[in-house]
């Protein structure tokens, strides 16, 4: 019997996804996305090493981690298929939901789906503008399954056009659609049981690492030898990027 997939292996063997231009891995664009998507308070900043005396420098608490790597051909996507293989297909919705995630249906998005996990789960939602398209996108979105949550997101001509906006203020030649050699995933705590998941809008749903974690700040103890594994285990070791949510600096 065959495994149940994902809805991203769905709408792609389909070909039923609309697609957005890519974002850069950026915390200035990622922060003024943010700010346009209605939240205040809190940026992106580089994690430029995970040694400790560097880790100091960091603002901190960090609220959510967005991991940036490379993703070229099968294996990667192999490697995932075997951490879920005994996993089901997500179809958590409402306010009980351990984390808040979003399945990915928009092709060349992933920057855009790690963002909105780190915000949906890293910050309170006293911290989102109400009336923002954030917020507005999150009152229909909470109570949806995860497919209708899909729909929600690809409909959101406001969330759509931030998107944009960003992403054509990168530096770099914007790639074809099948020519995007990155991808993003966001890691953050549940707010109701503490545990650090792995939110990856390509997999079958929200991966629990099974790390708890009583601090804010996900760059301490089991949280940061989660991200530190992470990378160290992933094929050709390369071309990551590490860019935390924390506290505004003014």
């Not at 019997?1 to 994902?6: F, N, Q």
């Not at 954030?134 to 969330?159: H, T, V, Y």
């Amino acid at each position: 019997m065959a495994e149940p997939e994902s809805l991203y292996q769905r709408t792609k063997k389909a070909g039923e996804r609309i697609a957005y231009l890519p974002l850069e891995s950026n915390p200035e664009t990622f922060t003024e996305l943010i700010q346009q998507l209605g939240v205040d308070g809190f940026e992106f900043q580089d994690i430029m090493s995970l040694d400790p005396e560097l880790l100091d420098f960091v603002p901190r608490p960090v609220h959510a981690l967005i991991l940036t790597f490379p993703c070229r051909g099968d294996t990667w996507q192999e490697s995932l298929d075997e951490r879920e293989k005994h996993l089901s297909v997500y179809e958590g919705k409402g306010e009980d939901e351990p984390v808040v995630w979003f399945s990915q249906t928009i092709q060349n998005a992933c920057g855009l789906y790690a963002i909105l996990h780190g915000l949906a789960n890293g910050i309170g939602r006293s911290h989102i503008r109400n009336g923002s398209p954030f917020d507005e996108f999150l009152k229909k979105a909470i109570p949806l399954g995860p497919e209708e949550r899909a729909l929600a997101l690809e409909a959101s001509e406001d969330i759509k056009a931030i998107h944009t906006a960003a992403a054509q203020k990168g530096a770099s030649t914007i790639p074809d659609a099948d020519d995007v050699d990155y991808h993003f995933i966001c890691f953050a705590k549940s707010p109701k049981t503490n545990h650090v998941y792995e939110l990856n809008g390509t997999a079958k749903g929200p991966i629990d690492s099974g790390t708890v974690s009583e601090s804010d700040d996900l760059l301490t103890g089991e949280s940061l030898e989660l991200v530190r594994n992470y990378m160290k285990n992933a094929p050709d070791n390369v071309g990551f990027s590490l860019i935390g949510l924390v506290p505004a600096s003014a």
